[in-house]
């Protein structure tokens, strides 16, 4: 079936089954890169994006529950020449290894401070708590991501 | 990203013809020009009459020819080539520093082709800690050593002495008119021998080596970009997907292949002897085509697994081949005090945060070309082409980003079953990952160990006996035939794993660092009983047998420490055989406040030291953790890491390394074991084989570097392994007044031991 | 309004009537002298340390951010908020003064080492019921812990309430102090149980509902319906919503593991009671499960089924894969996609998500807990194995999860009838009317307290 799915702004009609993971249509019908799948299980965050204003596993979201919908992706931040604050927090801490679980932990972040720009390091350590990383980049996110808040609370 | 995109047509061939390659005659880089090679003992150049090639610096030594590091084009563009694969530790970046210091270029100006059957030298696998050892310090020779031919090529050109001429900024300079480094090198070769020695530039003249450089893939990864083997979308590409069988020695009975053929989108359902895979249109459709197959499927299973319960046991029950890692060959004298120990380690997983990927496509012109994250291209091209029944040189494997995979994971195995899958509808790329519950249940997991410490000290609290036995498989069963992808064990003609040999060399394998060379020792005798079977399956994980041998030495340490009455850094000091080591060892404690430790109920302080490998970085980590004495929770609070790389490439990258090898190897050391019963691996995913969360991330971890200058590069990305959780348990003692040898140190665990202990 | 008065001038009559008793006056007891350390036998430690397990002492004395057992968690009540204490030994502002006599007080007379009344926050009704010799041993293993100088913030209690001495009167309607009664008909296990249960335990304290003056209504006793921490507590009588009827083995392993192959996983602040359980010794849990077993025996619900059939594979879950129509429910779909994924995965228990067949929450009379779990989930515990469950109050609107709550419980309910109210408490949970508090298997909170604070999705 058709289904009009709003996502970075943009309205598109996407034909798939109802019961087709946003997931499959950010990475396959879509072309973006960002979300990632992980697990498939809602257990390790990679997939996460923001809809309307909250932080989801799109892995597990049928796109049939998104009509209307306003759907984000890390592609939305900004892009290599024009990072936007959350980018350039990750990139001046370096904050990434292999980099698989970052866009998760960036679009849970931008639902965070978004939600509260003055989140002190417990309250990212506790939003992020469903996203896993594996390199241990662990230190270097929390960095990145108050880095971003005080960017944001500055500009 | 421009290895990305449908297969080049780039060959070495091609590119050695393309306008403008560089070409000089190697007698214009005569040997009196070179400096020290800081990197080897270099021997002296080779006289004509010698059969015996000299030994070039790192991976020059397989791979000779200047061309094969760096070409120049004639517009001026420099591409590095390099047979390492970016696996997420930042290598593209130090290698490119390396080139752009010696080219005197900025580093972002150029291009790197990373492993590529076609296009890069072979350098075997990225592993071991090896690639600044190897590939960095190739390119840096390499690059050096075109510097120098430019400079050369400029000299005769302008006819003047080449000393009064210099490089920058991709031109030679100090003649009448700067020249390009593109107009140096136009209709010309550098299909030359390297030379043993390099002019290196020295370390106090860098400008883009020891700084912190930005890596130049982030950028990428934080946009959205095109970084990874998942995101690649070649035309008209399907998805495929394996359904696994149930446990290793299952069997397929049956299974409804012409059912699962006619669903939506479903192009192919695979089928050969126990192998089971579907190809469809759309990845979803693949997904759930996959699901009907597996439900559908009928297995024969028999138990093969040993019993979990017993573990140290089953593994010391294994038939065993004894090696001598090291030998005094002298009898202990003057003990008075001994400490003996038995510890264990479980199998561990990679637990890369993204299944596996790989994308393939038999082409038109009969060659299979396969994007995969594998560590080695060549030795994965070679299994494959076997799997296939193909000549090697029409299998082309070509390195792209998967997620971080810390060793030998599904990586190969998803190469082999989209080479499979691609082999069953020519010309179409099928693009495959693996499920969650597939990476997690069938990658070659670190193996299982146990050892054995029996240490004395004499009257004076020196160590005067050291006697150490350790029981592992080999940490390598990596792909180079075919026997070592999965999928190849379940076809209709299997493919049976190579046997597996008990080798005793410098690098180590189970045995990784069980010489303990970090120490003047009067007696040392260390055994490595050999386990050859292997009942689940098992390959390389970071640090591969250092991190149980380190956490075993390291503990055994602390507490001769004890019996002798000493503090633990003092002790390690007085028996440092090596002053770099001490130097770590001075660093880590001082930074971490050592000597101003004051105790508090529930915590404690760990130390640890390693060289890993006795031959790549200096380690030594001090740590603080706090362990809830009624639910045996453990805390790491802070960590202060001392290393020392050798020359340093990019600061930056060593302290991310280090800080995600002490968070990853505290998740090991707290948390992770692979769980299975006597037939089926039970840990499939994140619940049943948790790993550490947010909640759990400690206050703070500092890593210091010594600087090295001129010294040689030592590999850095699996120092802090064994370091950590030696240094785990230490301070789990010291907080709680009783060791733990068991790893992990779960809170069962430690409830357990602190009831025991008191 | 009115009732408040009725409440007041109750309360007043009755600590009148507790005064002609002579309740209300309780002397103080001498402080310990300073710097006499005192020395327990090990073993009687380690036996306080498995009945503060049993009386979950911690969770209501530790808070998210504090240190052990040194008080300051929040405690809603009708009349105000009641901050815990510090009962660490820290002789400032923990119970380090307090002698033993002093403390076994306290437990069974709820009044502090001073004299002063406490509030029945503090379970000193069950408590009462608690032995000489338990409270020596409980006594032994506090006094024992690292002592931590934290304050707790004052109590915010409306007047009357705010007068200790008003509790005298609350105690003479429903402390009933002593030893619960020994029943000779039944085991000696059964009787541990319920000694147990009633004192140490207080299962009662969340699993019987309160009249209007914070007792426990004794004619309804284990009759469920508190909501605690935005979760509903289960009937553990013959009221029990269990599917399938709970044998005591299997209640033992859930009060251990939180967790039940025949029922499902323990959550809210029933997680945190299993997490400590964990830590009791299995003669005393099997002990309580026998006798809860016995409250539910009357419930008409089957024995418990085999379990699932084993995995068919471990190569990826075994959700069905037929295509949703777009016809079709809109819970189905929902079910399809978001739960079936795991709840259909073949895995054995704990793992994967339970059959819904088999759901306590399912067949309960209220939805709150499947509604909680279904927007916050089950989040996983630091480093442990144990059932995890995405939370999708994200994705979920408020139609979408009553969509779902139909669809769950037309299908797996046995018949039972559609929730009426399911659309208000959906809509009262999103808001944060409902706060919901969120602990992990472990027993720790995560996320913020409450989790839906300024609305679900936090």
């Known amino acids: 079936m058709s289904i009009t799915l709003n996502v970075n702004g943009e309205d598109h009609s996407v034909d798939a089954d109802i019961d087709t993971p946003l997931l499959y249509v950010l990475r396959n019908d879509l072309k973006l890169n960002a979300a990632k799948f992980g697990c498939g299980l809602g257990q390790c965050g990679a997939c996460t994006v923001i809809v309307d204003d909250r932080p989801i596993f799109s892995c597990l979201t049928p796109i049939s529950l998104l009509q209307g919908r306003k759907i984000r992706t890390v592609e939305s931040l900004g892009t290599p020449d024009k990072p936007g ?67 944001m609370a500055g500009a | 990203m421009e290895e990305f995109g449908a297969p080049s047509s780039l060959t070495r061939r091609r590119l050695l013809q393309g306008g403008g390659a560089l070409v000089m005659s190697f007698s214009l880089l005569g040997p009196a020009r070179g400096q020290g090679n800081p990197d080897a003992a270099a021997p002296p150049p080779a006289a004509p009459a010698a059969p015996k090639p000299p030994t070039l610096p790192g991976s020059l030594n397989t791979n000779r020819n200047l061309d094969s590091w760096i070409r120049i084009d004639a517009d001026g563009q420099v591409t590095v080539f390099t047979g390492k694969a970016e696996l997420g530790q930042g290598v593209k970046t130090a290698i490119l520093q390396c080139a752009a210091e010696e080219l005197a270029l900025d580093p972002l100006k150029l291009k790197l082709v990373t492993a590529d059957t076609q296009l890069s030298p072979n350098e075997g696998y990225t592993a071991g800690s090896m690639s600044m050892q190897d590939s960095g310090t190739a390119v840096r020779n390499a690059a050096a050593q075109v510097r120098e031919l430019l400079i050369a090529q400029a000299a005769k050109q302008l006819n003047v002495d080449p000393s009064t001429l210099h490089a920058e900024n991709g031109q030679v300079l100090g003649g009448p008119s700067p020249l390009a480094y593109g107009a140096l090198v136009a209709g010309q070769n550098l ?67 012409d059912g699962v053929g006619k669903l939506p989108g479903v192009v192919k359902v695979v089928r050969d002897g126990s192998y089971l895979a579907v190809i469809a249109e759309g990845e979803w459709q693949a997904v759930k085509a996959m699901r009907t197959l597996a439900r559908s499927a009928k297995w024969q299973e028999e138990p093969s697994l040993p019993d979990p319960a017993h573990l140290p046991d089953a593994l010391k029950s294994l038939a065993a081949q004894d090696g001598t890692v090291a030998d005094s060959k002298t009898a202990a004298t003057g003990v008075v005090k001994t400490f003996e120990a038995w510890y264990t380690r479980p199998y561990q997983m990679h637990g890369s945060i993204g299944p596996s990927c790989a994308v393939a496509q038999l082409g038109a012109d009969g060659v299979m070309t396969v994007y995969t994250h594998t560590q080695g291209v060549y030795p994965d091209r070679q299994a494959i082409a076997q799997l296939l029944g193909m000549d090697q040189s029409k299998v082309r494997c070509i390195h792209a980003e998967g997620a971080g995979c810390y060793g030998h994971n599904g990586a190969d195995d998803a190469a082999a079953d989209a ?166 060892i001075k660093l880590a404690a001082e930074k971490f406040g050592w000597s101003n430790w004051q105790p508090s109920a529930g915590h404690g302080r760990g130390f640890a030291f390693a060289r890993y490998k006795n031959h790549a970085c200096y380690v030594a980590i001090a740590l603080e953790v706090e362990v809830n004495r009624d ?122 031991a602190l009831l025991a202990g008191k | 309004m009115r009732r408040i008065v009725l409440v007041i001038v109750a309360v007043i009559v009755v600590v009148a009537a507790a005064a002609y008793f002579g309740l209300v006056y309780k002397p103080a007891i001498d402080p310990l002298p300073q710097g006499q350390a005192q020395s327990f036998d090990a073993a009687l430690i380690a036996h306080g340390a498995e009945l503060a397990a049993i009386g979950d002492c911690a969770s209501c004395h530790t808070s998210a951010a504090g240190q052990p057992l040194a008080g300051g968690v929040a405690v809603p009540t009708p009349f105000g908020t009641i901050y ?18 002093a403390f076994v007080r306290a437990m069974q007379q709820g009044v502090d080492r001073e004299g002063r009344h406490l509030y029945p926050a503090f379970p000193f009704d069950h408590f009462t019921h608690v032995s000489d010799d338990d409270d020596k041993a409980l006594y032994a293993y506090l006094m024992t812990r690292d002592p931590v100088n934290a304050r707790p913030p004052a109590n915010q209690l409306a007047f009357p309430f705010n007068i200790r001495a008003i509790m005298a009167g609350w105690d003479l309607l429903f402390l009933k102090p002593g030893l619960v009664a020994e029943d000779a008909s039944q085991t000696p296990e059964w009787n541990r149980g319920h000694y147990l249960v009633e004192g140490l335990g207080h299962c009662g304290a969340c699993h019987t509902p309160r009249n209007a003056l914070g007792g426990e209504d004794a004619g309804h006793a284990y009759g469920g319906g508190m909501v605690i921490d935005g979760w509903f507590a289960y009937p553990i009588n013959a009221s029990s919503p269990a599917p399938q009827k709970w044998t005591p083995d299997e209640l033992a392993t859930y009060l251990k593991t939180g967790f039940s192959a025949d029922h499902g996983a323990s959550r809210g602040p029933m997680a945190q009671v299993t997490a400590k359980l964990g830590e009791a010794s299995d003669a005393d849990l099997h002990a309580m499960a026998v006798y809860i077993a016995s409250l539910m025996a009357g419930s008409s619900a089957p024995a418990p089924q085999p379990p699932n059939p084993p995995p068919l594979t471990s190569g990826d879950s075994l959700a069905p894969p037929e295509v949703i129509k777009a016809s079709a429910d809109r819970g189905a779909v929902i079910y399809a996609t978001a739960c079936s994924s795991c709840h259909e995965s073949g895995r054995l228990p704990p793992f994967g998500g339970i059959d819904f067949h088999k759901s306590t929450a399912i067949h309960a009379d209220s939805p709150q807990n499947i509604i909680d ?48 109210n399911a659309a208000q408490l959906v809509a009262d949970t999103l808001s944060g009317k409902t706060a919901v508090n969120l602990y992990g298997q472990d027993g720790l909170p995560r996320g913020p307290i409450p989790v839906n604070r300024g609305g679900a999705g936090s």
């Not at chain 1, 509260?116 to 990212?124: G, K, M, T, V």
């Not at chain 2, 020519?426 to 969650?436: D, I, N, W």
């Not at chain 2, 039970?682 to 890593?703: E, N």
């Not at chain 3, 089950?378 to 939370?391: D, H, I, K, N, S």
């Open chain 1, 85 to 151: 604050p959350l980018q350039r927090a990750f990139i001046d801490e370096q904050a990434a290894q292999c980099g698989y679980c970052i866009p998760g932990m960036m679009m849970r972040a931008q639902a965070l401070l978004e939600r509260n720009p003055h989140a002190s390091d417990a309250e990212i350590r506790t939003a992020l708590e469903p996203n896993l990383c594996r390199c241990g980049t662990h230190m270097r996110i929390i960095r990145a991501v108050k880095r971003a808040a005080n960017a």
């Open chain 2, 191 to 257: 299909h030359v021998e390297a030379q043993p020695q390099s002019k290196l530039t020295p370390s106090a003249s860098f400008k883009v080596m020891g700084k912190p450089l930005g890596r130049v893939d982030i950028p990428t990864k934080v946009t959205g970009g095109l970084a990874y083997v998942q995101d690649l979308r070649l035309d008209g590409m399907l998805h495929g997907r394996v359904v696994r069988p149930p446990s290793y020695k299952a069997t397929l009975v049956d299974a409804d292949v």
């Open chain 2, 419 to 584: 080479a499979l899958m691609a082999r069953a509808v020519p010309g179409k790329p099928v693009r495959v990952q693996f499920m969650r519950e597939q990476e997690h249940a069938w990658e070659p997991y670190g193996p299982g160990m146990v050892t054995h410490f029996k240490g004395g000290l004499d009257a004076n609290g020196r160590i005067v006996a050291w006697d150490y036995e350790l029981w592992s498989n080999s940490h390598g069963a990596r792909p180079g035939s075919a026997g070592a992808l999965i999928s190849a064990r379940y076809l209709a003609k299997p493919f049976q794993p190579d046997e597996q040999k008990l080798s005793i060399n410098p690098n180590g394998s189970g045995d990784r660092n069980a010489d303990p060379l970090g120490y003047n020792l009067p007696q040392k005798h260390v055994i490595w009983h050999f386990i050859k079977d292997q009942p689940i399956r098992q390959s390389s994980l970071r640090a591969l047998g250092a991190y149980c041998n380190v956490f075993s030495m390291e503990s055994s340490v602390d507490e001769l420490a004890r019996l002798a009455g000493k503090d633990q850094v003092q002790f390690r000091l007085e028996h440092a055989a090596d002053p770099r080591g001490a130097d770590v």
């Open chain 2, 631 to 752: 639910s045996g929770a453990v805390r790491l609070v802070r960590a202060n890491v001392g290393i020392d790389s050798g020359e340093i490439v990019n600061p930056d990258g060593i302290r991310n390394q280090t800080e995600g090898g002490v968070l990853q190897s505290m998740s090991w050391t707290l948390y992770e074991a692979v769980t299975f019963d006597r037939t089926r691996i039970t840990s499939v995913d994140w619940q049943t084989y948790p790993i550490l969360r947010f909640g759990a991330v400690p206050d703070s971890i500092t890593v210091d570097i010594i600087p090295r200058p001129g010294q040689p590069f030592l590999g850095t990305g699996e120092g802090a392994q064994g370091p950590t959780a030696a240094a785990l348990g230490n301070a789990i003692r010291d907080a709680i007044g009783v060791r733990l040898y068991d790893l992990p140190f779960r809170p069962e665990k430690v409830k357990a």
């Open chain 3, 84 to 101: 815990s204490t510090n009962i660490t030994p820290d002789r400032e502002t923990g119970i380090g003064s307090w002698t033993e006599a």
């Open chain 3, 373 to 420: 779990m279904v927007l916050f989930g089950l989040p996983a515990a630091e480093g442990r194995t144990g059932a995890t469950m995405p939370g999708f109050a994200g994705t979920l609107s408020q139609d979408d999860l009553v969509a779902l709550l139909n669809y769950l419980r037309a299908t797996y309910g046995d018949g039972r009838p559609a929730w009426s």
